[in-house]
Structure formats: C-alpha cells, structure tokens
C-alpha cells in the first residue's frame, strides 16, 4: 500500500505580490538523490542537502535581472546551466562565488527553459519552439534560431528523457484554445505534432507529468474537471520527413478526482510508478471541499491510498525525486517522503488472502470494478437480500431524505433513526455515485461516534464493510473505532475487505485478539467461514490413519536410506497425538488471528510493532502457529479452499518474524525452549524437503540440456541414468 510518511521543511517560502504564486520556479535533482538545486522566481539559486535541511551555496544575479529558467545540474560536467533575462545563458561550477562572473552567452532569441536529464547532455528549448544541444549552441551564441510554433501559439510545459540512448524533448503548447504536444528527437533529429483530444467546455490541462517505461513515453495531464488522462507515445517515432502535421493523440482515463463542486484551479498530478498518482490542490474524498490536500491514488483501482493535509495555501507545484515529493504550500516548501510498493509483492510473496472458490454477491447499486477499469457492459445490480428492521420499513415508506439530509441526520439523531436512514439509502434506485457516498457515510458515521460514547452503530458500519467499497484510507478511524468499542467482528470484516490497512493498525488488531480471554471470544458473533475452519481443524474426527484409499503416504524415514536420531526426532514430534499438541486456544479467538494471517504486511514495517507484544503473547502465538503447521502438514486434512484459511506460506512466514522480533527474549524464557526446540525440527523437514526438490530439479535440467538423437524410430526404449 502506498504510504506518504512525516514531512519536514526543507526552506520557507517568500510567495509573489498576489500571493498567487509560490516564488518558486523550479526543483531539480543534483549529483544524488540527497541533493535539489531550487531556484526562485526573482534572482536565485540555491543549493540544498536534503537530509541535513540546510543549504550548501547559493548565487544570485545582480539587481534589475532577473532569472527567467530554473537552474539545471550537468551530471557529466558538474556544473549549474540557467537562463537569465530569456537570452543570457549562465553555467558555473559550485566552488564560483559570484555568479556575474562566471560563463555567460547571450543567444539570439528567447529561451523557454534549459533541460537535463539525467544520463543525458543539457539540451536548450526556445519560446518558439526550436532544439539546441547546449554544446553546440554556445560554439554560436549568435546562429539562428528556427520558428517552429504558429505565430499565437505558446508553450506551457516542457519537460527530457533519455530514452533508448537518445534524449527526447517534450513539450505542450495552447493555440486558441487547442491543446498538442510536440515530441522532438534528437541525434538524428525529428519532431512529431499530436493534437491533444478536447475536453468540455473547452477546458486546458493544468498540469502534465512524462515518464519513460518499455520503450513508450507515458505522458499523464490533469484538467480543471479532476479527470486525469494519460496518452502512451512510441519513441521509435515517424522520421523528419512527415513534418509537424498534428496526428491526434489516443488518451485513456485513468482516474476520475472526486470534486464536490466548482473546478480545480492549482493542482498537478505526477506519476510516481505505473500504478500510483500523486495529486496536490484536489479535494480529499472524504474532507468536504477543501482542496489543500496531497494525495496518493492507485490508477489500477481507482482508490485513494494516502492524504496529506498541508498547512496554508497549496500553489499547484509538485516535484517528485527519488521517493520524495517536494510540495510549496503556506510559506514553507516541505519534503514528503512516499513509498509505492508493487501492489503485486503481496501476492508474490503469497501474503495475501486466498480467494474463495464462490463469488460473492455484487452489492446493492454499487458498480462493479472490472465495469469502471475496463468498460465492460454494464448490468443490472442485484438486490442484496438481508434481513429489514421495522425501522428500515419505515423509512422506505417515509419520503426518501437525500444524500446531504442522511449525512446531516448522522451528526444529531437518534441511533435508531440513523441506522434505518442510512441502510434505506444503500437500497434506494435513485442515489448516483453510491462509491463515493459510501466513505463520506462511514466517516461521518465513525466521527460521531468517538465524539458521542453513546452513540454507535455496529450493524450499520458492518454493512458498509460489506460493500467492499472501502477501504482504510478513506476512514482510517474505523478500525481504531471498532477496537475501542472491541467490536472483533467489525475488525474481522475489516481485515477481510482492506487491502490498505497499516502495519501499526494489524499488530494492534493482533495485540487485542490475543489478549481477548477464550470465555468472552467463544461469545463472539464471527464470520461464519471462519469458524466452520476452525471447527474442522480442531475436531478429533480428522485423526491420522494408516491407509488412503489403500495407500499409505510415506514417512520421513522413507525420504531417506538412513535413519539418524535427528530425523527420528522430527517424524515423533510430527506424529505427536492431537491431545499432546491440541490447540493452544479457542476457536473463536483462533478464527480472529487467522484473519491477521491472512493479511498483507510489508516486513521491514511490521517488525518494529511486533516488537510491543509480550513473550507470553508471542510465545501463545507460536504455539498457535505450530498448531496450524502439524495440522497442515498431516496428510488426511483436507486442504479446503472454500474456507477462509491462512496457507502454509503465511504460516512460516509470521513464525520467522515473531522469531526476528524476539529473538533474545525466546531464549531466555524458559517456556519457550520447547517451542523453540520443535521449531528447529520444522526448519529441518523444510531444509531436507527443498534439498531434495533441489537434486530433483538439477536432474530435471540435465536432462532439458540433452540432445535428442534424430535416428530414433517410431518405437524405441532409451535407458537414463541419473547420477
């Protein structure tokens, strides 16, 4: 899940006149990821090293000039490029003190901006248009400069790549009201028009964000209406020849920004991978309309990840370098440092939830997401069928209240009138955008119940769950909240249907579960799935036997053609009878830690909270595990996926982190030698089992490097030997 953690001031800000602007006219990398040259909007440029938040050198030019390009670093040369009073190019080097004396040339014509990306040469674009390499420009301040662009039009934003060994210039200009994009190659040069598609009424892109991946420039602009569309271009592009005819633009959208009203006037949107956004100056879903946010949304689903509340004023500028996000807002400019892992490590690493053989029900008017991401047909939404309290009745005979009626009734009524005015609004035809509704509900539903201890409504929240249209972003106190009020299966439908949920928040779930007493879980009212698991694992009816359909499967002895006292060792701890190593706990409270297991985590964040559990918990918890692993490793149990079970895989895996957790304390304690002991056996089987697959696949690749003989006839026997 993507993350955006705590921030820092890297300088303050002196914004314009009109405090329109943030005085800032551009961020760019220097020689490491730790260091960004910023350069102001009046006469200076400076240095700064990011993680000591202080700067390193500053220059400035004289009074009456006036820096009109924001300073670049040539990685190759180690020097500062900029661009001072649209014609007059300026390079130093770090140890130069006084900028006016450093190199200076003054060109023909106006500069838009110098570029240098990094791995490339600093490459000059023109207001008009035109390409130079710095290079050879500065042989010949003075050579002509071509006009490329029609006489009123202007460019926007321009941004290099390296792509494939060759630097590429991309830049957006406005005609009229008309949008295009102009891509121009260099070494051999060529340039490409695209007209970008229209967007009604005739709105332009506040911001555009290119990235190169798999040999194709992805270029993602934002417009005023939240919707962000991406276009994919090939590098290997037409050649000079064909000229800058327009070729229109092919566009997808890719995100839809939740806007209570009005258009966005400051915001950018910038690509941090191919699954994940970064917006600044849009409103959070869940905020009102607010628009001072920072937000990290996951185009593949159409979901918020994290937000960020920036104090003061956010100005639409927003830098992305080496997992930090450089953001101008209020009179500070602030380091946002982000992560993005690949939403499929979960998956890889068999972490997440395995999924049930059935299909669960779609809910009541709420689209499905294979509609939204990939334009299927839509069909109608099935009703729901649940059970209808004389309240919900009498709201559906009552005249329908609308959307802004229901959330402000949740601040204010009684409990029983908010449960059936919300579970009405979830079965009503005529509500539009239920999705988005669905956070603002939940939230409101959650702030009214920490600021009221009265109030709270389980069955409510429980079947807002069951949407699975939520998630922990959009209401990170829903958890806590259901803690707090140790509502266990509102936190198990939570860990269920979140895909987003912290490593903070899955080691508290996982504190309170193991510290719930078996008398007051066995109470609980839990997934019935669940349970039913548990029920099988525990039962007696599952004892090992001898024969499987007349055939025995083989033991550990059979594995080898020796027989130490090691491995006699492992087969008697593994064939213990269940009454020796029945389950340390309740089925109940055994079904809630399954749904931990079955969560996904990231290890370098989980292990600092495991690290908060005592050793009796952890060690009742290795147990536990231990439990699950002779029970899995029996070969009568039947491996039903119809159940809700944590796989072989989660199992070790949370036995290895407990054991990196608390290493030193399970030494020392004397309950958990044995634990520790039948441990090490489970290591060994797994050891001895992956050595052995090991020769297995060896002999398997011998034989794919053999050749086959091209004489052999139609009926031949062939003798391999192994060795």
Not at 450 to 475: E, M, N, R
């Amino acid at each position: 899940m993507a993350a955006l953690y705590e921030g820092y001031t890297l300088c303050g800000l002196v914004p314009g006149q009109n405090q329109s602007t943030s005085g800032i006219q551009g961020i760019e990398e220097e020689r490491d990821s730790d260091h960004v040259i910023v350069t102001d909007s009046t006469r200076s440029v400076i240095l700064y090293k990011v993680s000591d938040q202080k700067p390193l050198g500053s220059w400035t030019v004289k009074q009456g000039q006036v820096l009109t390009c924001s300073a670049v670093f040539n990685s190759q040369t180690k020097e500062y490029v900029t661009v001072s009073d649209n014609k007059v190019i300026r390079i130093w080097k770090e140890e130069d003190i006084i900028l006016d004396k450093a190199f200076k040339a003054t060109v023909s014509t106006d500069v838009w901006k110098v570029h240098c990306p990094r791995g490339g040469e600093p490459v000059v674009l023109f207001q008009r248009g035109a390409v130079r390499l710095l290079d050879p420009l500065l042989s010949a301040p003075q050579q002509p400069i071509e006009e490329v662009l029609t006489q009123e039009e202007t460019i926007r934003w321009s941004t290099s790549l390296v792509a494939e060994t060759r630097t590429v210039v991309v830049y957006a200009t406005e005609l009229k009201g008309d949008n295009f994009l102009y891509l121009q190659r260099l070494n051999p040069n060529s340039l490409q028009r695209y007209r970008l598609e229209g967007e009604d009424p005739g709105l332009s892109p506040l911001s555009f964000s290119a990235s190169y991946r798999d040999k194709h420039i992805c270029l993602l602009y934002l417009y005023p209406n939240g919707h962000v569309y991406q276009s994919v271009i090939s590098v290997r592009g037409p050649g000079a020849d064909e000229g800058t005819q327009a070729l229109p633009l092919p566009r997808s959208l890719v995100l839809s920004l939740p806007l209570s009203e009005g258009l966005l006037e400051a915001a950018s949107a910038v690509v941090l991978d191919d699954a994940h956004v970064a917006v600044v100056g849009a409103p959070h879903p869940c905020a009102g309309a607010g628009k001072d946010f920072l937000c990290i949304w996951n185009t593949n689903f159409q979901i918020l990840q994290a937000g960020k509340e920036m104090a003061g004023k956010v100005f639409g500028q927003l830098w992305s370098y080496s997992n930090k996000l450089f953001i101008p807002h209020g009179k500070f400019l602030s380091v946002i440092p982000f992560a993005c892992p690949k939403s499929s490590l979960a998956s890889a690493l068999g972490k997440l939830r395995q999924p049930k053989t059935e299909e669960p029900k779609p809910p009541a008017s709420v689209p499905s997401w294979n509609n939204i991401l990939h334009g299927d047909t839509a069909r109608p939404t099935e009703t729901i069928e649940t059970r209808k309290t004389r309240t919900t009745r009498k709201t559906q005979s009552a005249p329908n209240l609308t959307v802004d009626q229901v959330l402000e009734l949740i601040k204010t009524a009684p409990q029983e009138d908010v449960q059936g005015e919300v579970e009405g609004l979830l079965f009503r035809h005529d509500v539009k955008d239920l999705q988005p509704l669905l956070g603002q509900l939940a939230s409101s539903l959650v702030s009214r119940s920490l600021a009221d201890p009265a109030f709270y409504s389980p069955s409510t929240l429980a079947q807002l769950v069951h949407t699975k249209c939520l998630c922990h972003s959009v209401c990170p106190d829903l958890i806590p909240l259901a803690l707090e009020r140790k509502d266990y299966f509102l936190c198990q439908l939570c860990l269920q249907f979140f895909t987003d949920i912290p490593e903070a928040v899955i080691c508290a779930c996982l504190k309170a579960f193991i510290s719930l007493p078996d008398l007051d879980a066995e109470k609980l009212s839990l997934e019935p799935d669940s349970l039913s698991f548990m029920e099988t694992l525990i039962s007696k009816e599952h004892g090992r036997v001898g024969m499987q359909n007349g055939f025995r499967p083989p033991s550990f002895e059979d594995l080898s053609d020796t027989n130490n006292d090691q491995q006699t060792s492992v087969q008697k701890e593994t064939t213990k009878s269940p009454s020796q190593h029945a389950c340390p706990m309740g089925s109940h409270k055994a079904a809630l830690l399954n749904e931990v297991l079955q969560t996904a985590y990231s290890d370098t964040f989980l292990l600092p909270h495991l690290k908060d559990l005592s050793s009796q918990h952890v060690v009742l918890f290795l147990k536990y595990l231990q439990f699950l692993y002779l029970r899995y490793s029996q070969d009568d149990f039947p491996q039903t996926h119809s159940f809700r079970s944590p796989s072989l895989n989660q199992i070790m895996d949370w036995v290895c982190m407990l054991l990196d957790a608390h290493f030193t304390v399970l030494v020392m304690t004397p309950e958990a030698k044995e634990i520790l002991l039948n441990l090490l056996n489970f290591v060994r089987v797994q050891v001895r089992l992956f050595s052995e697959l090991g020769k297995i696949e060896g002999s398997l690749q011998e034989l794919n490097k053999m050749k086959v003989k091209k004489d052999i006839g139609q009926y031949s026997i062939e003798v391999i030997e192994l060795f």
